[in-house]
């Protein structure tokens, strides 16, 4: 019995909940170009403006939450060829000060780069649409969202910003992984340290962009390939140039029949 009303005060709970919260402001841009010449634009709410929104409602109904993160390593095929990846699980778990508590398991999303970073970027992207679906929020409009007033048109739009923030996000890190890749294939021609040239790439982009970032993100990776790709040329053309001058010198490792 006791249990049942403990659940009882935990829906009426997150019923007022969902009835009062403030809907997290989108405040932060994405605009970029694909590779393909797409131009990528719109506006999100991050995860810190996600936590805020929820805490400063659900606290007054007791409601306080925690995320977890089931992982599990996999290989995925990526260009023709057979990578590991890290799929990683978000599990929200919301508690009620009657001592009820319900988890939520958010969409799996995988990690092909394996470093720190990268899985703390895809562990941030998968708490942030868990949260807002175990509480059942939304984040304001943006101007263009203002236009469509009727229910419908309202949920059309929805779905399409949705798809488009999904299709945004995949076509980033499909393009970080080209970066990575092309980067280290650089690093095993000339030498080169892969931080080092990836610090250079970042900023040279940053000196184009009139910007301070510290990594490669959804802003500078159109700008970040391109300094690649001239870093590939230029060690092309160096690798030629050896390989021009061990010729001469008859040192090529591809010997030439002089006519001895």
């Given at each position: 019995m006791e249990n049942r009303v403990n659940y009882k005060d935990?829906?009426?709970?997150?019923?007022?909940?969902?009835?009062?919260?403030?809907?997290?402001?989108?405040?932060?841009?994405?605009?970029?170009?694909?590779?393909?010449?797409?131009?990528?634009?719109?506006?999100?709410?991050?995860?810190e403006s996600v936590q805020k929104a929820i805490r400063l409602t659900a606290s007054k109904y007791g409601l306080s939450w925690n995320t977890l993160f089931e992982s599990e390593k996999i290989k995925i095929e990526n260009y023709g060829?057979?990578?590991?990846?890290?799929?990683?699980?978000?599990?929200?778990?919301?508690?009620?000060?009657?001592?009820?508590?319900?988890?939520?398991?958010g969409i799996p999303l995988f990690a092909t780069s394996l470093d720190p970073q990268s899985i703390g970027s895809v562990k941030t992207y998968a708490e942030r649409y868990a949260l807002s679906g175990a509480f059942g929020i939304a984040s304001d409009e943006d101007d263009d969202g203002q236009i469509a007033k009727n229910s419908s048109s309202n949920q059309e739009n929805d779905k399409e910003k949705t798809s488009n923030e999904n299709n945004a996000e995949n076509e980033f890190y499909k393009n970080k992984a080209e970066f990575q890749k092309r980067l280290t294939a650089v690093a095993n021609k000339t030498g080169k340290?892969?931080?080092?040239?990836?610090?250079?790439?970042?900023?040279?982009?940053?000196?184009?962009?009139?910007k301070d970032y510290k990594n490669v993100n959804s802003q500078n990776i159109?700008?970040?390939?391109?300094y690649v790709k001239v870093l590939e040329n230029a060690a092309n053309k160096k690798a030629e140039a050896n390989e021009q001058q061990s010729m001469m010198q008859g040192n090529t490792t591809n010997p030439v029949d002089w006519g001895k």
């Open positions: 935990f829906n009426e709970s997150m019923a007022k909940f969902q009835g009062n919260y403030e809907p997290p402001k989108k405040d932060k841009k994405v605009d970029f170009t694909t590779n393909k010449g797409q131009r990528i634009k719109y506006d999100y709410s991050d995860l060829k057979e990578i590991p990846a890290l799929l990683i699980t978000p599990i929200v778990v919301i508690n009620h000060s009657s001592g009820v508590e319900k988890s939520f398991k340290k892969y931080k080092e040239l990836e610090d250079y790439v970042i900023s040279e982009s940053n000196k184009n962009l009139k159109s700008k970040a390939i391109g």
